[in-house]
């Protein structure tokens, strides 16, 4: 124990799997210079404290924590746009290609300008953070050199971040289009890049970025295919959102038989890939995508507000395909995986009730995918996702009873039923630190009232 640095004492709450939800009273975590989990012990008495505490060295720290509150594993955001930030909240009335065209493509094409990037990335990032999102997988726009100021304002942050340059060389407003080799050459740049960027530490990577196939040729789709294997990066695009995109889709590739095999037939589908969407996908597609070992960023939010449809998750799961929560910024409005899980929540009651497939989604699923999910999503199961030893320390310190909380909670409540609560009613009031791998990234500081450090 004596590279451990902080430890944390009180109630420890994290995802073993879809089912079970793991909650340790008494808990004391440990976590390393580097850090790593070095150790998770349960049902620790405070008396035994002291003589742990003696084998330390001077300068670790411990982190006790008051009645009601935990820590969790930091929340994994698998799909969300960065420049539509702006646009959160706005915008509402339209379906996806309309919204795109009226809304969407006018604002990306603003990031042209660095200095424009740097009114709404920065804030973007460390609002994510506040948020509890310590890993977010990002979109950003066409333009090589504001897509590279996101990756450095996601590694500046300490966040872990997956940081795409957008592809479309084709069916887009001609204020907002590549040329097929310059969208080639621009992501091998940008690839190049942010691995360069981040060498040491590979909290901030490089994911290919194929808008969707509607707006890349065949010629690209196959480079930014060639280019993911080179360099053995994830991918990332939309799959089955829409019906008017299905049936665009299917006009473009007459002779490919259906969406999923459109990317399938450009090799751009892999365990490294994340597919956000699929909300209308065939018995045939979702067997291609287990097949393929992709993974699904389910974006309820999203998927309500563009009237896209209604995915079943409880379907995608059956079938043994990953699936992680998204955002979606702009076309969902909120920027919390919190509001996330609650209407992944409201999605699954809704199919349960119209389509009689199985149970709505549960507590313990729900964290599940906002945490372990994504962590599979992104291939950082053995690194993040919840405490196990040996893994990153990527956590949140929750108080339910912050300055201005909307939770309520009485006497006659317990450590679940709070648990709960949170997940419910909480906001970014109650997530008063964010660590990933054990640095502190965003919070006022748990030198407050409720909590003792040594
Ligand atoms: N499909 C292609 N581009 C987008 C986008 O920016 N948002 C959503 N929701 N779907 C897309
Ligand atoms: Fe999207």
Redesign the pocket.
Same mark, same amino acid.
């Given at each position: 124990m004596s590279n451990v640095k902080q430890l944390f004492y009180g109630t420890i709450i994290h995802s073993l799997s879809l089912d079970k939800l793991h909650i340790i009273k008494n808990g004391l975590l440990s976590v390393d210079g580097d850090g790593k989990i070095v150790s998770l012990q349960e049902n620790v008495e405070a008396e035994e404290l002291d003589s742990i505490l003696e084998g330390l060295a001077e300068d670790s720290k411990l982190i006790r924590l008051s009645e009601w509150q935990f820590i969790m594993p930091g929340f994994i955001d698998t799909h969300t =746009?960065a420049p539509?930030y702006a646009n959160a909240g706005t915008g509402m009335d339209l379906p +996806?290609l309309e919204w +795109?065209e009226k809304y969407?493509f006018p604002l990306e094409h603003s990031f042209s300008s660095t200095e424009f990037a740097a009114k709404i990335y920065p804030r973007f990032v460390s609002h994510l953070l506040r948020n509890g999102t310590t890993t977010a997988v990002y979109?950003a726009t066409i333009h090589l050199e504001s897509s590279k100021y996101l990756a450095e304002t996601v590694k500046g942050s300490g966040q872990r971040g997956f940081i795409g340059k957008v592809n479309m060389d084709r069916n887009s407003p001609e204020y907002y289009v590549e040329n097929s080799n310059d969208s080639v050459l621009h992501t091998e740049e940008f690839v190049k890049y942010v691995l360069d960027l981040d060498a040491g530490e590979n909290l901030v990577q490089p994911i290919v970025t194929p808008?969707?196939a509607?707006?890349c040729t065949e010629k690209l789709m196959t480079a930014l295919a060639d280019i993911a294997a080179k360099y053995d990066v994830p991918i990332q695009s =939309?799959l089955s &959102?829409n019906t008017a &995109?299905i049936a665009f889709v299917s006009e473009l590739f007459p002779d490919i038989k259906d969406y999923t095999s459109v990317y399938d037939h450009h090799k751009l589908l892999n365990h490294k890939t994340i597919m956000?969407?699929g909300v209308h996908l065939t018995d045939d597609e979702r067997d291609l995508l287990k097949q393929r070992n992709v993974g699904i960023s389910h974006?309820p939010n #999203?998927n309500l507000a +563009?009237r #896209?449809g209604v995915c079943k998750v409880r379907q995608l799961l059956q079938d043994g395909i990953k699936v992680g929560l998204g955002t979606?910024i702009s076309?969902g409005g909120s920027k919390s995986i919190l509001d996330a899980m609650r209407r992944a929540s409201a999605t699954s009651r809704v199919v349960a009730m119209t389509d009689g497939n199985g149970e709505h989604l549960k507590l313990s699923e729900l964290v599940f995918l906002a945490t372990m999910g994504g962590a599979e999503l992104v291939n950082l199961q053995d690194t993040v996702g919840n405490f196990k030893v040996g893994k990153d320390f990527d956590a949140l310190l929750i108080d339910p009873c912050a300055e201005g909380s909307p939770i309520d909670v009485f006497d006659m409540d317990d450590t679940e039923r709070v648990f709960e609560k949170f997940i419910f009613l909480g906001d970014d009031r109650n997530i008063i630190d964010v660590f990933v791998k054990g640095r502190r990234v965003s919070g006022g500081g748990i030198s407050g009232l409720s909590t003792a450090w040594y």
């Amino acid at each position: 124990m004596s590279n451990v640095k902080q430890l944390f004492y009180g109630t420890i709450i994290h995802s073993l799997s879809l089912d079970k939800l793991h909650i340790i009273k008494n808990g004391l975590l440990s976590v390393d210079g580097d850090g790593k989990i070095v150790s998770l012990q349960e049902n620790v008495e405070a008396e035994e404290l002291d003589s742990i505490l003696e084998g330390l060295a001077e300068d670790s720290k411990l982190i006790r924590l008051s009645e009601w509150q935990f820590i969790m594993p930091g929340f994994i955001d698998t799909h969300t =746009h960065a420049p539509q930030y702006a646009n959160a909240g706005t915008g509402m009335d339209l379906p +996806l290609l309309e919204w +795109l065209e009226k809304y969407t493509f006018p604002l990306e094409h603003s990031f042209s300008s660095t200095e424009f990037a740097a009114k709404i990335y920065p804030r973007f990032v460390s609002h994510l953070l506040r948020n509890g999102t310590t890993t977010a997988v990002y979109y950003a726009t066409i333009h090589l050199e504001s897509s590279k100021y996101l990756a450095e304002t996601v590694k500046g942050s300490g966040q872990r971040g997956f940081i795409g340059k957008v592809n479309m060389d084709r069916n887009s407003p001609e204020y907002y289009v590549e040329n097929s080799n310059d969208s080639v050459l621009h992501t091998e740049e940008f690839v190049k890049y942010v691995l360069d960027l981040d060498a040491g530490e590979n909290l901030v990577q490089p994911i290919v970025t194929p808008r969707f196939a509607i707006t890349c040729t065949e010629k690209l789709m196959t480079a930014l295919a060639d280019i993911a294997a080179k360099y053995d990066v994830p991918i990332q695009s =939309h799959l089955s &959102e829409n019906t008017a &995109e299905i049936a665009f889709v299917s006009e473009l590739f007459p002779d490919i038989k259906d969406y999923t095999s459109v990317y399938d037939h450009h090799k751009l589908l892999n365990h490294k890939t994340i597919m956000a969407h699929g909300v209308h996908l065939t018995d045939d597609e979702r067997d291609l995508l287990k097949q393929r070992n992709v993974g699904i960023s389910h974006c309820p939010n #999203s998927n309500l507000a +563009l009237r #896209s449809g209604v995915c079943k998750v409880r379907q995608l799961l059956q079938d043994g395909i990953k699936v992680g929560l998204g955002t979606d910024i702009s076309g969902g409005g909120s920027k919390s995986i919190l509001d996330a899980m609650r209407r992944a929540s409201a999605t699954s009651r809704v199919v349960a009730m119209t389509d009689g497939n199985g149970e709505h989604l549960k507590l313990s699923e729900l964290v599940f995918l906002a945490t372990m999910g994504g962590a599979e999503l992104v291939n950082l199961q053995d690194t993040v996702g919840n405490f196990k030893v040996g893994k990153d320390f990527d956590a949140l310190l929750i108080d339910p009873c912050a300055e201005g909380s909307p939770i309520d909670v009485f006497d006659m409540d317990d450590t679940e039923r709070v648990f709960e609560k949170f997940i419910f009613l909480g906001d970014d009031r109650n997530i008063i630190d964010v660590f990933v791998k054990g640095r502190r990234v965003s919070g006022g500081g748990i030198s407050g009232l409720s909590t003792a450090w040594y």
